[in-house]
């Protein structure tokens, strides 16, 4: 069954190092996002990705951070600049072909900032 | 702004007992509503996902209802399993926005 790859599992930098959070969307979808969980909250959404931009993007989502889609199939999270509260677990996700349709998420990718 | 609502924050039920779990949305103006799992430290398994234009949905032993003039679905599991132990999520699409609101979870613990 096809699913949304994340990598890496767990990362540890230190603060105001940068840090990209790497994902390959299930093939042949269109929409991609990125959410995050800090420990203990909500999954916040961050940034949604679609025909090559950015279609809509959460306050959380800064001038420190931005996304890419380099290839035909990674999608990218950049964090320039990490503080120790960009602590969180990062999901990547992504739909299909349909605006309406259902929402596949990534193992995600634990952030530690020290 | 959609706020989402789950409620309890903790349940625990002994095997084979049919339970519910509640999610409320402040918006009726939702566009779809889709319902996950997610255990310990992993990511979000996609469940149920239900259209504005549905009133339910069903996959195996769970259904999930959706009544947007009072703001509610609900998450109906049959039968529980020890297997069904984990966090579930309600997320609500909100018009024309593609991003989901996440409720807070309902952490379901099923004993033996």
């Known amino acids: 069954e096809p699913e949304v790859t994340q990598t890496p599992s767990h990362q540890v930098t230190q603060m105001g190092q940068e840090v990209i959070l790497h994902c390959v969307p299930i093939s042949n979808h269109l929409y991609f996002y990125w959410y995050r969980q800090i420990l203990g909250q909500k999954v916040e959404f961050l940034v949604s990705?679609?025909?090559?931009?950015?279609?809509?993007k959460s306050e959380i989502f800064d001038d420190q951070f931005s996304v890419e889609r380099p290839d035909g199939s990674n999608f990218t999270l950049k964090i320039r600049s990490t503080k120790l509260e960009d602590s969180a677990m990062y999901f990547c996700?992504?739909?299909?072909?349909?605006?309406?349709?259902?929402?596949?998420f990534g193992e995600g990718s634990r952030l530690t900032v020290l | 702004k959609q706020e989402v609502t789950q409620i309890p924050a903790a349940l625990s039920v002994p095997e084979g007992e049919n339970l519910v779990l509640n999610c409320s949305f402040t918006d009726s103006a939702i566009y779809n509503l889709q319902w996950f799992r997610q255990d310990p430290g992993k990511g979000l398994t996609s469940l149920l996902l239900?259209?504005?234009?549905?009133r339910e949905q069903t996959s195996g032993r769970l259904n999930a209802s959706l009544d947007k003039s009072s703001g509610r679905s609900t998450l109906y599991i049959a039968a529980s399993q020890p297997g069904d132990s984990a966090t579930y999520l309600c997320a609500a699409r909100t018009g024309t926005a593609s991003k989901l609101t996440f409720g807070t979870g309902t952490r379901l613990q099923v004993t033996l």
């Open positions: 996700a992504s739909k299909g072909t349909s605006a309406a349709g259902e929402l596949f």
């Open positions: 990705f679609y025909n090559n931009e950015i279609s809509e």
């Open positions: 239900i259209q504005s234009s549905q």
